[in-house]
């Protein structure tokens, strides 16, 4: 098992930043892939981005290449999300996930966070 619990949500304005961290325990969390997820309501959740066990390849959705940075630090047991102008589409509940490896689909990971709340206002 890996428990993953998210922090650093909150509400920002158009243009803004926010740091979104995501603490691990459990099982060896350096062997798992990590994704983040964004689900705003009514809406499917989303991949945002993902990064490798190894931390050297990240890859992320169109909608925040360039704006969103995923990193990890794996003796610390945790991932991040640095997001960087946001903008009030981007509002939603964001998750991390553990899987084995990096993938846009939902399903490719086994581990949730229970989501931290991100709010952009215009």
């Known amino acids: 098992q890996v428990q993953l619990v998210e922090s650093g949500g909150g509400l920002v304005q158009a243009g803004g930043s926010l740091r979104l961290s995501c603490a691990a325990s459990?099982?060896?969390?350096?062997?798992?892939?990590m994704g983040w997820f964004r689900q705003a309501p009514g809406e499917e959740r989303e991949f945002v981005g993902g990064i490798a066990w190894s931390g050297g390849s990240a890859y992320y959705a169109d909608s925040v290449k360039g704006r969103f940075t995923i990193s990890r630090d794996n003796a610390k047991i945790t991932v991040y999300l640095q997001m960087n102008m946001l903008k009030p589409e981007d509002t939603a509940v964001y998750y991390c996930a553990a899987g084995r490896f990096v993938g846009t689909s939902k399903y490719r990971y086994d581990y949730w966070g229970q989501g931290t709340q991100v709010t952009v206002s215009s």
């Open positions: 459990g099982r060896t969390f350096s062997n798992y892939a």
